[in-house]
């Protein structure tokens, strides 16, 4: 039996998403918890100033 190298053992990986699709992606989670994050402890600003 030959050693066979952890390279030999994985199949290539396929073509993956865009970096700017990761970036957006990234973008857009984070908005969505800071403002979950602002509604939820009453600090939104869409509550206009009452």
Same mark, same amino acid.
């Given at each position: 039996? &030959?050693?066979? &190298? /952890?390279?030999?053992?994985? &199949? /290539?990986? /396929?073509?993956?998403?865009?970096?700017?699709?990761? $970036?957006?992606?990234? $973008? *857009? $989670?984070?908005?969505? *918890? *800071?403002?979950? *994050?602002?509604?939820?402890?009453?600090?939104? /600003?869409?509550?206009?100033?009452?």
């Amino acid at each position: 039996m &030959t050693q066979r &190298t /952890p390279d030999e053992n994985h &199949t /290539p990986l /396929p073509a993956g998403m865009p970096l700017w699709v990761k $970036i957006s992606g990234l $973008i *857009a $989670i984070l908005l969505v *918890a *800071a403002f979950l *994050a602002l509604h939820l402890t009453g600090n939104s /600003p869409t509550h206009g100033g009452h």
